[in-house]
Each structure stands twice: as C-alpha cells, then as structure tokens.
C-alpha cells in the first residue's frame, strides 16, 4: 500500500520504532489505514479526494516501546551529556564503560539498555582500571539481576565465566577462529601460555588438537576445567594453573620424562582413530566422567599423559 503514497507525502508519515504505520482495519484482511502525521492533513486532502479515500483525525498515544534506546536516553540525560550507545555482551550480561559524566544517571542509562535488550538479564559499567596481572575489571550492577556469571555461546560452544573474577573479550571470537584455522592442523600440540577460560583451548580440541592450556588466575583455572568439561574435551585439553615460565619449564622438562615414553603407545590410539569424532559411536562422556579425566581441581601441576603431547 505504501508503493502507492507518492514521493512528496511519503515525509508526511508517521514514521516511529515499534509502530505499524499501515494497519489493518478491525480485522479487515483487505482495507488498510495508512498513518500520517496530524500536520499534514491539508498536504493530504488532495491524494484522499482523487483517491476516494477516507480522512480520520485521530489520537494515538506513544510509549516508551515507541523509542529506540538512545532516543529514550537522549530523554533522560541532560544535553551536555553524551549518549552512551555501544555495550558489549556475555551471555545475558550487556557491560558499558560509562564516563564520569554518566555515573549520576547510571541505573536510568541501565534501566534503559535492560528494558530494550529483551536477552539482557544483567547490566554492568565497568569502574576502575584494569587490573595488570590478570587483566579483569571491577564491576557494578546498574540494572537487572545481581549476577556476574555468565555462560557465552562462542560459535556453538558454551563457555561459563565470572566476569569480574577472569579476562574476557567476545570481540576476539573471529580471531580464535582465524589462528586454529590458519595456524593449527589435527593431532598437533598446542600450548596455551595463558589461556584465560579456555576459548581457544576448547576451539582447538574440538579441531582435533591436543592443548596444553595455562592460566595463572586461579578464577581461570576453575572455569578452564568446567568448560572443558562442559565441552566435552579433556582428552584433549590438560588444564594448568601455574606461571607461564615455570608452565613451559615444566612442559619442556616432561618431554624427556621416560614414564610419558613408556606409557605412549597404551594410552592414545592410533592417529587414524583419534580426533574428537573418536566418541562418535560411543555414548557421549558425562560432565562428570570429564572432570575425573582431569584429576582434582587442587593438582594444577598436572603431569603430561603421552608422548604426543609433547612435541608443540
Ligand atoms: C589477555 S588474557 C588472555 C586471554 C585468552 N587468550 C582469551 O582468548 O580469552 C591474558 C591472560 O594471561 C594471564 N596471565 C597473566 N600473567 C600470567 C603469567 N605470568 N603466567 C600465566 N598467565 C598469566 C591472565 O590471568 C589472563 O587471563
């Protein structure tokens, strides 16, 4: 129908977020109302008389449904201010990185980006600088649930996180895309100096990849271990917690262990039967069968189970 409103009435609409400007009449699959501002009532007289149309002035009462988030905001905050648009997600988490100048409005600006994000649960700003060694960030809750725990899909794979305990970038997906794509192939080792909750690690091992994979924050360590589990990979991901340096210290010094040589040949398959989809036929592993693979939470020095992990 709107193919039909020529070039100088189309400005005449009554453009806005979340209302229908055509409508159907009372259930009337074939007679529609078409919705012009109330200003443009003269403009239109011509088109409805030549048309043998109907002309009905009316009142219609808009929400805060009918407002995109920033016109919402641009509502709330006084000019001066800026209006914050971009936040980033995890989960059901949206995180900001308000200015000064926001704080005094914080829980309006939340409430708005909570309301407008149907799948946000939780919103965050972070406050404070990042912390150096293991790259996290205070926190505040400034709308929705009290939760910093999140589980982010990452192309199919569950990943669990706190975000304020352990680094995290969902940003960074494509890239760990693009490295086990371009840099890693089936039955290579790779070792993960600082891994952080295992993103890369997990997207490896789904490729067929052994990993060693490392994390000084004990946070990391915890949720490295509860998302190889989830995943189902921990034939193929050993998880640490240590420093890097003392990590690959322990990682070179293993490959001469004569115990690791000995046991080579019982504990891995054959390299044609090997790779993620050698569970294929079998009952998948519980999350608990999974864990036990990986020993006790509190072993973070873990010895190396085969020789094929030692060559990365
Ligand atoms: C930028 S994050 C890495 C993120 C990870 N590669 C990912 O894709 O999410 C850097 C990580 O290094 C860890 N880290 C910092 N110092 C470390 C050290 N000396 N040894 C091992 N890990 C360390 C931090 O805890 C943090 O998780």
Redesign the pocket.
Known sequence: MLKHVNKELRPHLLLTHNFKTVQHINGDKVRRRVVFKKEAADALRPFVDENSLTLVEEDIEFGFENLKASEALDMILPKEVLTPTGFETVGHIAHLNLDEEHMPYKFEIGEVFLRKNPKIRTVLTKVGYIKA???TFDFEVIAGENTFEACQNEDGLPLHLDIAK????SR?AEE?NRVVKEFLKPEETLV??????G??AIKAAKAGVRVLA????PD?YHYLRKNIATNKVADYVIPYC????A?MAHVVDETTNAGVLAREAIAFPEPEQSGVKRHKKKRPPTYAEEEKKMGPEEDRISEIPGKQFLSF
């Open positions: 060694v293991y790259r352990v680094y995290w970038c960074l760990r993960d100096m600082f891994c952080g909750i993103p890369m490392n994390d000084l924050n990391c240590m420093d890097a340096r990590f």
